[in-house]
T-cell receptor
């Protein structure tokens, strides 16, 4: 049973390009959370999704950022027109239901570098 | 005031030492509490949940004081492999949110 899979592990984009980060939850998990970690900072909640639904996007920047979790396939975090400040590690976590952290598992993260 | 506050450290301790980390949270309605461990450039991993009655897992003991909104983690007989950043995490339920709120972490370095 594979864990939470994120790809790519490392992504380099030039300013103004688009970044697409993918997260495949653990088998049987239908809840996905995205977090961002800036260098030397803690993890910040971005968005919580269930299949085909955005449940809570209160942590998402209002512009350029979007997320989806389609019926088939991985969850996608999309950043349009990236800027240097978007450089960070983006972690995805999944759980079988909305529950405590004992059942939330993290992927290894995608490190985005904007040059 | 930040939702979850921790002493950033770093804590530099010799092997075998006992070290304690503290954490405070601002939302009195918070319902679940955890300590996560994060190694350099790795993902966070759950270390242990924290209960009002206190709980122990080997060399690790976690305590929660709801009245003071304070959480602690005690590590006894520190090992080199304990070197990591320890994240205090609070979960607030209610409405559609089920998100984990992370402190910035306390860095621990255990030296031979």
């Amino acid at each position: 049973n594979a864990g939470v899979m994120q790809n790519p592990r490392h992504l380099v984009r030039r300013r103004g390009q688009e970044a697409r980060l993918r997260c495949s939850p653990m088998k049987g998990h239908s809840h996905v959370y995205w977090y961002r970690q800036l260098p030397e900072e803690g993890l910040k909640f971005m968005v919580y999704l269930q299949k085909e639904n955005i449940i809570d996007e209160s942590g998402m920047p209002k512009e350029r950022f979007s997320a989806e979790f389609p019926k088939e396939g991985p969850s996608i975090l999309r950043i349009q027109q990236v800027v240097r400040g978007d450089s960070a590690a983006y972690f995805c976590a999944s759980s079988p239901r909305q529950t405590g952290a004992t059942e939330a598992f993290f992927g290894q993260g995608t490190r985005l570098t904007v040059v | 005031r930040k939702e979850v506050e921790q002493d950033p450290g770093p804590f530099n301790v010799p092997e075998g030492a006992t070290v304690a980390f503290n954490c405070t949270y601002s939302n009195s309605a918070s319902q679940s509490f955890f300590w996560y461990r994060q190694d350099c450039r790795k993902e966070p991993k759950l270390l242990m949940s924290v209960y009002s009655s206190g709980n122990e897992d080997g060399r690790f003991t976690a305590q929660l004081n709801r009245a003071s909104q304070y959480i602690s983690l005690l590590i006894r007989d520190s090992k080199l492999s304990d070197s990591a950043t320890y994240l205090c995490v609070v979960m607030n339920y209610g409405g559609s949110q089920g998100n984990l709120i992370f402190g910035k972490g306390t860095k621990l370095s255990v030296k031979p």
